[in-house]
């Protein structure tokens, strides 16, 4: 029988674990035979890790979140339990239900030459979602780099940094971002920079706001954007 598509289902839950390598997996979530929902059944979920690598590991076709990266602690003051010191290489998160990756609470994570596409179902619908739980301590999420990754073809944007405790530090650096529905990067971030990246397709048509949309929250704007380049432009008529 099916997996059932409800809290902690998940289909590879890891927990509290340090030191250790994954490399050159496949988890499909299997979404053509289960029915998606807003739910913890995410294709993989790691909770409370520490100094670990995921290298060619390929994350798709989950009824939740292709990865979500979250604390095992209910003590939110705890971050001694939040993920640290992450490294994700040449990986591959598509096809999910909700965000291609969520990070809730997660410190010194490294993204290098992965691909986040075609995230559709329910909203955010983001390739990457950067959002801790408002309970939680400020700065939950810091010190996130994205290098030579790409965001593509997701019904929400690109890299959604939402204003919840104010994530900081998110380094965005020679990535691509192509045809995303809403736009490129939502930021609502406290500090960050988005350093020669390209940004191709928009249509102001479908798209939230802007191509790279600032928020107005109190601590949003600190956004450095430097040396981007732009193609197939197209703003609503």
């Known amino acids: 029988s ?9 289909c590879l839950l ?19 035979s289960r ?8 294709a993989m979920e ?14 798709l076709n989950s009824v939740t979140d292709c990865l979500y990266i979250s604390s095992a602690s209910k003590e939110v003051a705890d971050t001694s339990r939040h993920n640290q010191n992450a490294f994700f290489i ?10 291609g990756v969520s990070i809730i609470q997660g410190r ?29 301590v400020d700065g939950a999420i810091q010190n996130v780099v994205f290098e030579h990754c790409k965001f593509e073809t997701c019904a929400g944007y690109g890299l959604l940094v939402a204003s919840a405790k104010n994530p900081n530090l998110i380094d ?29 397709g928009f249509d102001g048509a479908t798209a939230e706001r802007g191509l790279i949309d600032i928020g107005a929250s109190s601590t949003a704007g600190r956004l450095a954007i430097v040396r981007p380049s732009f193609s197939s432009i197209r703003n609503q008529d």
């Open 2 to 10: 099916r997996m059932p598509v409800q809290s902690d289902f998940q």
């Open 46 to 59: 790691l909770r409370s890790c520490r100094r670990y690598v995921l290298q060619r590991v390929t994350l």
């Open 172 to 200: 965005v650096k020679n990535c691509e971002f192509v045809n995303n529905r809403k736009g490129a990067v939502s930021w609502n971030g406290d500090r960050g920079a988005l350093i020669d990246c390209n940004f191709e």
């Open 108 to 136: 010194g994570i490294r993204f290098t030459r992965c691909r986040f596409a075609g995230t559709n179902g329910a909203a955010p619908a983001a390739g990457c979602d950067l959002e801790s739980n408002e309970r939680d």
């Open 35 to 42: 029915v998606p929902a807003e739910t913890s059944a995410h």
């Open 14 to 32: 890891i927990s509290d674990c340090e030191d250790f390598l994954i490399s050159g997996i496949t988890v499909d979530g299997n979404r053509r």
């Open 90 to 99: 040449d990986c591959r998160f598509e096809n999910g239900f909700r965000q």
